[in-house]
């Protein structure tokens, strides 16, 4: 984790402190926002201090897109991914490049997003989707948005990938998982950002002992699942923990063992639905907040899915809804929700800002920033604006300067799976209800790694008889 650069210094923070360095710039509970506002003058580069430990964060678009040459760098785990490590081990997303685990469990799983199988996964979605509208229509008060697309997308990624119901839709807390993943992700937060701090290893050995309840509790969770499927009569290799059990590799005949399986769940669980329940909620927020755009947005899952409010796209309708995937692409540019990845050089090598880089050091790209810089995105960078990502508003754009779902080999596998996943939803949700937002909300955002609108509400009202009666109309004017 030394990270010195050869010594080499960069801009920094104003009011450095000698021992502490830049600690008081921070913000414990939204690091990440910290960085947005104390980079925002440093320039394309630049390097935070927390005692001994040094970051060094790269905001500007050219850099990151250098950084994403594949040929020179590959991922490097942050403090925070290390620190994750005791919790994750070698699942695919805290693996080191050179794990063996990760190129066996990349190649098993890789079969398990191919089209074909996101074909079976459709209906799963539907009908997860189906039961949080239930939940809704049982109720009149606003809906906490972060808090339901969480259930939803939990239910996805358990029914899915390990065929198992958490139950969130009939619960009035969430599932026991969820506040101990929320614990594990705030205590690598933690103990990665401190991890150079005098008594770090104390501080992070007290983390370990409050949280150890919830870790024994998650082991035994998904050590159960793994047990009942062992158990069970017939051989199931269609979902991820199938092919996990049953599947050796093709070529090597290797087969994970069960405490990487473990592993494997873990990620899946958390890397599967945090990320892609934040950018549900952030489109929400944008679509709640911009009149027009959800009119438009209306206008498209209205052409596609008829005057019917109950009617359930196709898995090839989800491809046509172009729309609504530029909404949430201008929502993950905004605010991309896992929002920074490390990158290190294969070998020593010197940056474009003259930097010279060595194998152990490592640079954090902080999405949101390189997503609005303006010598890429223009002068109005920071405006919700989905037709930015329109073809002929996107040609011409340079590569590599759009990431919100990492970049290379350790590139999101679940990339397609949560777009579809999520245009289906956001699909069936405008489909059938008006959406408004409290006027007075401002945005305020939850970080634990992943970024996350907090206390974002909205009344539904069901779609109107009058407005199928103008779809009716306007379909049959259509012939
Ligand atoms: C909008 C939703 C999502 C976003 C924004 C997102 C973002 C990312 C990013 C940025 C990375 C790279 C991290 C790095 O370089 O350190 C990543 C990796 C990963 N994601 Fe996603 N993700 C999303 C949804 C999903 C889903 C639905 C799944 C599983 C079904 C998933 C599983 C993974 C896994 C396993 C990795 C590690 C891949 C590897 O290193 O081999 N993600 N994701």
Redesign the pocket.
Known sequence: MRNDWSGQTFPHPPGRRPFIGDIRKINPSAPLQSMMERGKDLGPIFEVHVFDQKFVFVTGAELAAELCDESRFE?GLSPA?VALREFAGE???T?YNDDTN?ALA?DLLRPA?TKAAKQSYHPIMLAAAQELFDLWEAKSEPVDVSADMTKLTMET?SRT?FSTDFGSFSRTEPHPFIPAMIAALKAGQRKGSLNAMPGASLMAKRIDKRNAHHQAYVDKLLDDIIAERRAADEVDDTDLLGIMLHTPHPETGARLDDINIRHQIL??LV???E??S??LSFALYYLSRNPEILAKAQAEVDEILGADVDAEPTFEQVAKFRYLRRVLDEG?RLW???PA??RSPRETTVLSSGHTMRPEDWTIVI?PMMHRDKSVWGEDADQFDPDRFLPENSRGRQPHTY?????G???????Q???H??ILVLARMLHRYDIAGDPNYELEIAERLTLMPTGFELALSPRTPEVTAQLEQDAAARG
């Open positions: 991922k991914l699942g695919l997303f693996a990760w990349h997003f990624i990938a990620t899946f890397a599967g639905h990320t892609t934040g950018a993950l991309p929700t896992a990845f490390a999405l990431k919100p779902f990492g970049t080999e350790r590139s999101c596998i679940g990339r799976f949560a777009l996943e999520a």
